[in-house]
């Protein structure tokens, strides 16, 4: 990993200290806990290039997927991070309504980027971006050769838009969690993907 050397000096010892400990950046810097589920899903999306987390309501899924959006775009940079949902309205009032208020309740004062709405952008080559669009052809222009795709209540996203992320997961180190449960469980976008499954049993009280 290479962090422009203009930035915070904060930014620059992630190389030997958080690149292999993702989550310790997690508890030192947006000082949040996961409950044991959500750090499942954490390490699945770091060490599978595809993950499907189906999960019940309430088991904390999108909050997991805010923090792993900014552990992942602030520890692999140069890096894109795309989100995606069925909806405008999931998109910018559920995801990234987590994703801005991690940032600004922690990270604004010490890294960088301008947070916009859907949108966390360092530079050109270093972003994060929330989508929903009719047409796939609008997630093209996303390349790099560290990318995050992170797709809220995959089941409800159009087919052909799915077809198009797919075009995104070429780069060398690109990572896909999926959020929901699969319509189509043989789906070619689902092969060899990390499954993982959330009962309500399972959710905080049953487990640490």
Request: net charge positive; glycine share 8%; hydrophobic share 40%.
């Amino acid at each position: 990993m290479q962090i422009p050397n203009n930035h915070n000096s904060q930014i620059g010892h992630y190389q030997t200290k958080y690149e292999t400990n993702l989550y310790l950046w997690v508890l030192e810097m947006l000082r949040v806990f996961l409950w044991s589920m959500q750090r499942q899903i954490f390490d699945s999306v770091f060490a599978h290039r595809k993950t499907v987390a189906r999960s019940c309501h309430g088991s904390g899924k999108t909050f997991v997927a805010a923090v792993i959006a900014l552990a992942f775009l602030f520890t692999r940079a140069p890096c894109k991070v795309i989100t995606t949902a069925p909806t405008w309205y999931q998109v910018k009032d559920i995801l990234w309504s987590i994703i801005n208020q991690l940032y600004k309740r922690r990270l604004m004062d010490g890294f960088p980027g301008k947070p916009q709405n859907t949108r966390l952008v360092v530079n050109n080559a270093w972003s994060a971006v929330g989508l929903s669009p009719k047409d796939s052809h609008n997630f093209q222009g996303y390349h790099s050769r560290n990318v995050l795709i992170v797709v809220d209540e995959c089941p409800g996203v159009r087919k052909e838009l799915i077809n198009g992320l797919k075009s995104l997961m070429s780069a060398g180190n690109a990572h896909c969690l999926w959020i929901g449960n699969p319509v189509v469980a043989g789906d070619v976008f689902y092969v060899d993907s990390h499954f993982i499954s959330v009962a309500d049993a399972q959710k905080p009280g049953g487990t640490g």
